[in-house]
């Protein structure tokens, strides 16, 4: 399959946006009981499934362009998006969005406007993106949340935070690990004060004494300028 920015094409004048299966609100409800996250240790995007729908949008894609994609999501809105991704399912919407790349799905949300991003991950809920992080693997992760910048952290620190929790601690390692500290440094002085405070109160004591000893040595000290909201 081509890279994503080889998809980056206009569609045909006339050629109808790919589409994604249609959700009504009872599905949507359906869908609010999503699948159990991986294991914790399994962080790693999984291959050899089959995913057809995922098959087929990317097929589409590459036909009439991403930014067809794009104009949908955008003419849709977040909620619909995200309903639309958590009909696909976990390991579905994580393969859609590792085939694409973190570049390219930050494209996407970012072109939709600066709130559409946290307003997707928002409705997606805590649980289910989590359990989509955990599918794409920890690059990804990485990837998506530093091309996605500031944009993100208006879905607020009490949101952040169920999301870091739901990741668990040894995922949240290899993400900041994988990001680098120049990443996590910029991260904590584009929080600011009262932002990381929250997010610090969100995440609790425990938790974050948890996180500091297994990130250890130099992370350990960057994570713990990024929720002073001071950066390094």
Same mark, same amino acid.
Request: proline share 5%; with cysteine; net charge negative.
């Given at each position: 399959?081509?890279?994503?920015?080889?998809?980056?094409?206009?569609?045909?004048?006339?050629?109808?946006?790919? $589409?994604?299966?249609?959700?009504?609100? *009872?599905?949507?409800?359906?869908?609010?009981?999503?699948?159990?996250?991986?294991?914790?240790?399994?962080?790693?995007?999984?291959?050899?499934?089959?995913?057809?729908?995922? &098959?087929?949008?990317?097929?589409?894609?590459?036909?009439?362009?991403?930014?067809?994609?794009?104009?949908?999501?955008?003419?849709?809105? =977040? *909620? @619909?998006? @995200?309903?639309?991704?958590? =009909? !696909?399912?976990? /390991?579905?919407?994580? $393969?859609?969005?590792? /085939?694409?790349?973190? /570049?390219?799905? @930050?494209?996407?949300? #970012?072109?939709?406007?600066?709130?559409?991003?946290?307003?997707?991950? !928002?409705?997606?809920?805590?649980?289910?993106?989590?359990?989509?992080?955990?599918?794409?693997?920890? &690059?990804?992760?990485?990837?998506?949340?530093?091309?996605?910048?500031?944009?993100?952290?208006?879905?607020?620190?009490?949101? *952040?935070? #169920?999301?870091?929790?739901?990741?668990?601690?040894?995922?949240?390692?290899?993400?900041?690990? =994988?990001?680098?500290? /120049?990443?996590?440094?910029?991260?904590?002085?584009?929080?600011?004060? +009262?932002?990381?405070?929250?997010?610090?109160?969100?995440? +609790?004591?425990?938790? !974050? $004494?948890?996180?500091? @000893?297994?990130?250890?040595?130099?992370?350990? $000290?960057?994570?713990?300028?990024?929720?002073?909201? #001071? +950066?390094?």
């Amino acid at each position: 399959l081509a890279p994503a920015s080889h998809l980056c094409r206009d569609a045909p004048e006339g050629v109808q946006a790919p $589409a994604f299966h249609a959700v009504d609100s *009872a599905e949507v409800q359906a869908q609010h009981e999503v699948l159990p996250s991986p294991p914790q240790h399994t962080h790693q995007p999984v291959t050899g499934v089959s995913q057809p729908a995922v &098959d087929k949008l990317l097929l589409q894609i590459e036909a009439e362009g991403i930014h067809q994609l794009a104009q949908q999501w955008q003419q849709q809105g =977040a *909620a @619909a998006t @995200a309903a639309q991704l958590k =009909a !696909m399912g976990e /390991a579905e919407a994580a $393969a859609l969005f590792t /085939a694409l790349g973190p /570049a390219a799905i @930050a494209d996407l949300v #970012k072109g939709s406007g600066p709130d559409f991003a946290p307003q997707m991950f !928002m409705a997606m809920g805590a649980d289910f993106s989590g359990g989509l992080l955990k599918h794409a693997g920890t &690059d990804f992760a990485a990837g998506l949340f530093g091309a996605l910048g500031i944009d993100f952290m208006t879905a607020g620190p009490d949101f *952040a935070s #169920k999301l870091l929790k739901s990741l668990g601690v040894k995922y949240n390692v290899q993400m900041i690990k =994988a990001g680098g500290t /120049a990443s996590a440094t910029q991260l904590g002085q584009e929080m600011g004060l +009262g932002f990381a405070a929250q997010l610090a109160r969100g995440l +609790g004591v425990v938790w !974050m $004494a948890q996180l500091t @000893a297994a990130l250890g040595g130099e992370f350990a $000290a960057v994570f713990r300028a990024t929720l002073s909201g #001071k +950066g390094a």
